[in-house]
C-alpha cells in the first residue's frame, strides 16, 4: 500500500505564500500521477494541480498563475507552492497518487490546513 503524508499547511494573511509537501512511501511504481486536490468547509472536494511523472502539469482556473505543483521523483515527493493566497483558497488540501499499470490505485494522505486571513 502507498500511505501519502502532508505538511507545510498554516495560517497566513491574504497575499502571502506557503510551500506543500507530500511523501509517498510503499511500494510506488514507476508511472503515476500525483496531485493536490482541497475542500473547504461544506464544499466538495476539488482539483487543485496534478503532474505526471514526466512532469506534465494541470491546474484549476481558481490557482492557475499563482500555485506552482513540482515533484521529485527520486524523493517520491510532490510539491505545491501557493501564492497570492486568497480567503477563498481556505481548505484542507491533500496530497493524491494515482496509478494505472501495473494496478490501478489512488491514495490520499490526511490533508493539510491552509487558512488565509483577510
Known amino acids: 500500500q502507498v500511505q501519502l503524508v502532508e505538511s507545510g499547511g498554516g495560517l497566513v494573511q491574504a497575499g502571502g505564500s506557503l510551500s506543500l509537501s507530500c511523501y509517498a512511501s510503499g511500494q510506488i511504481f514507476s508511472d503515476n500521477v500525483m496531485g493536490w486536490y482541497r475542500r473547504a468547509p461544506g464544499k466538495e472536494r476539488e482539483l487543485v494541480a496534478t503532474?505526471?511523472?514526466?512532469?506534465?502539469?494541470n491546474y484549476a482556473d481558481s490557482v492557475k498563475g499563482r500555485f506552482t505543483i513540482s515533484r521529485d521523483n527520486a524523493k517520491n515527493t510532490v510539491y505545491l507552492k501557493v501564492n497570492s493566497l486568497k480567503p477563498e483558497d481556505t481548505a484542507v488540501y491533500f496530497c493524491?497518487?494515482?496509478?494505472?499499470?501495473?494496478?490501478?490505485?489512488?491514495?490520499w494522505g490526511q490533508g493539510t490546513q491552509v487558512t488565509v486571513s483577510s
Open positions: 503532474i505526471t511523472t514526466g512532469g506534465r502539469t
Open positions: 493524491n497518487l494515482k496509478t494505472d499499470w501495473p494496478f490501478r490505485g489512488d491514495y
